[in-house]
T-cell receptor, first 112, second 115 residues
Framework: DAKTTQPPSMDCAEGRAANLPCNHS???????VYWYRQIHSQGPQYIIH???NNETNEMASLIITEDRKSSTLILPHATLRDTAVYYC?????????????FGGGTRLMVKP | GAGVSQSPSNKVTEKGKDVELRCDPI?????LYWYRQSLGQGLEFLIY????????KSGLPSDRFSAERTGGSVSTLTIQRTQQEDSAVYLC?????????????FGPGTRLTVT
């Protein structure tokens, strides 16, 4: 799986959009971009994933650059409950295990 | 619907004792994963079950670790002769084989402390 690079920490004001960047310059053509988050003392939570098109669900939006070398996770109206560590992962979707490997992630602090 | 559940939520044990950790995956999910996470660290893959196939044990750190999945549902992770370095949060995740195959849903974890 390709390596990702994320800033170690970010702050965001409550109610504002949180934009979390991720660099994955060595991504392969068949690798997807996944985002998970982990709130303190809880298990990781799936957020969203995409291949090359931008994606949106009830939790967030994922913007992937045209060259696929970077992406941005957008939480449109951050709340205090969105304070968590956010992990960007790139991986192939196949049936050979799909086990996850998290790097350092970005610690997002949403402040009132 | 019910998510992945794990028990116990916390376990404190003495060095050298055996422990069993339980995972109840989401009903109908055929894939089940065990991971562990040490304080402030990322996920460490341990073992993976998929349907009736032989499990992928490539992540188990030593032969003191073993896991079973009975009837394609509940799984038990057993650590024999626990050591202090086994202290971590043990996380279980499951996923389906439908369209949303590659999303893993995690349980709350079991925090294991070996004294």
């Amino acid at each position: 799986d390709a390596k990702t690079t994320q800033p170690p920490s970010m702050d965001c004001a409550e109610g504002r959009a949180a934009n979390l960047p991720c660099n994955h310059s060595t991504i392969s053509g068949n690798e997807y971009v996944y985002w998970y988050r982990q709130i303190h003392s809880q298990g990781p939570q799936y957020i969203i994933h995409g291949l090359k098109n931008n994606e949106t669900n009830e939790m967030a939006s994922l913007i992937i650059t045209e060259d696929r070398k970077s992406s941005t996770l957008i939480l449109p109206h951050a709340t205090l409950r969105d304070t968590a560590v956010y992990y960007c992962i790139v991986r192939v979707n196949n049936n050979a295990g799909n086990m996850l490997t998290f790097g350092g992630g970005t610690r997002l602090m949403v402040k009132p | 619907g019910a998510g992945v559940s794990q028990s116990p939520s916390n376990k404190v044990t003495e060095k050298g004792k055996d422990v069993e950790l339980r995972c109840d995956p989401i009903s109908g999910h055929t894939a089940l994963y065990w991971y562990r996470q040490s304080l402030g660290q990322g996920l460490e893959f341990l073992i993976y079950f998929q349907g009736n196939s032989a499990p992928d044990k490539s992540g188990l750190p030593s032969d003191r670790f073993s896991a079973e999945r009975t009837g394609g549902s509940v799984s038990t992770l057993t650590i024999q002769r626990t050591q202090q370095e086994d202290s971590a949060v043990y996380l279980c995740a499951s996923s389906s084989t439908g369209i949303r195959t590659y999303e893993q849903y995690f349980g709350p974890g079991t925090r294991l402390t070996v004294t």
